[in-house]
């Protein structure tokens, strides 16, 4: 009950400070959603199912926030407010809060605002992008994430649980470059305070009952962390827009207040996109000047797309991710902080579907995943999902043998700008095949979360 009533105030004192901000223009986008809901809610008319729905959804300032708060934590609702104001012909700014509780009692609340620099035009850019500023602060309690242990060789009947709560309050900025690559460089800053707790599932032990700190480090100590990052990223369209590229290098630093846990992380992804439809464009899954509860499409049209389209619209995709980490011989990585490699990571990726989630936890990763998705009746597709990776304790085992291997099959809902829905049934690993059914945490079109490794 407690944690209800401190998502309320969260949410309310958000509210309050663009209400105070810019009063007469939120009473204004108020009777306007409240106008639009009346005209669209009202009446149960098949005509009107999907009006009422991108209100209730996508509305602003006010609508309802829904989402899969991370894989084994069940699916997640609450309030979410989104605020657009326009200081001068110089900045745009946006404000994105909300606050949901999930089915099993797990809960997020965070406030995240983006100021867009539309007077900063560097002549290469296209027209539209701008450097984006971004503040954000986010807490997350989550009551059950599984642990089996560290490095490819842990055991699924080793299978324990814990809680975990993390805070990160920080900001960070994109900045384009060059048009012809859409080049842009990318920095961040944040502060990261994680708590672990015992877990509460009756079908596994609690993780304090199986490990300890030598075999999980962080899990009796858990300093706070400043950590920095910067990101390089180019993302052009090549041979007619009929290959679509997507690279970036990332370089992280974790500096804990016990220097022991100190260390340093790398991540390079390659994504390909190969349209296979007349359409060449489709939805973007992030739109840098959005929050993660905005869907606008532009800085300038604040509308989310149309629920219902008669586009089709296909494509086959290739990715590459490899991630190593770097610390001192004296130092341990946080197993909190370690990337996970099976079903849905923490952040509620796909990575190797058809293992249980989170069932391989080391410093080092790699991961291929091929895909062909296509629409099949308006927002509805079908996927095909294949994908292999390892993860390694010492980055020397990085290498491309012994690798886990999973295919998937399944939906997805791709409609307007609400949250992505996928439902897939996957196979292949030896331990056992696996159903997945998970709701993006932010809307089509809206920025991610923090990351929460």
Partial sequence: MKTVKWLVVIFVLSFTNGIYAQESSTAAEFRHEGEKFKENCSKFELKLITGCGEQLFTGKPLHIAVGSIAPQNGLSFGPAFVKHWTPSENWKWNLNSDGVVS????????????????????????????????????SISLDNVAFYGLGSSSSRSNRTVFGLRETIAGGGLTYP??????????????????????????????????????????LTTHPGVMQFGENVRIRPSVLNENLQLDYSASFQQFIASDSQFSFNRMTLEFSHRIPITKKKTSPLSVRDHNGPDDCSQD???RDCPKMMTTDRVGSIGFRAILTESFAPAAHTIPFYFQPTLGGSDINGRLTVSSLDDYRYRAPNLLLFQA??????????????LAETGKVAEDKKDIELNGLVHSFAVGLTLRAGGLPVMQIMYAWGAKERNHTIASVNTSLLGGSARPALD
């Fill in 371 to 384: 895909n062909i998705e296509h629409t099949v009746w308006g927002p509805i597709g079908a996927m095909f």
């Fill in 177 to 218: 470059i060059y048009k012809p690559l859409r080049l842009s460089l990318r920095g961040e800053a944040n502060g990261r305070w994680v708590d672990i707790r015992g877990g509460s599932d009756p079908a596994s032990p609690s993780i304090e009952e199986a490990f300890t700190e030598a075999t999980a480090p962080g």
């Fill in 103 to 138: 089915t099993n009692g797990s809960w997020r609340a965070g406030a995240y605002v983006n100021g867009i620099s539309t007077k900063i035009k560097p002549g290469t850019i296209t027209v539209g992008s701008y450097p984006v500023y971004r503040l954000y602060v986010q």
């Fill in 299 to 301: 800085v300038t049209n």
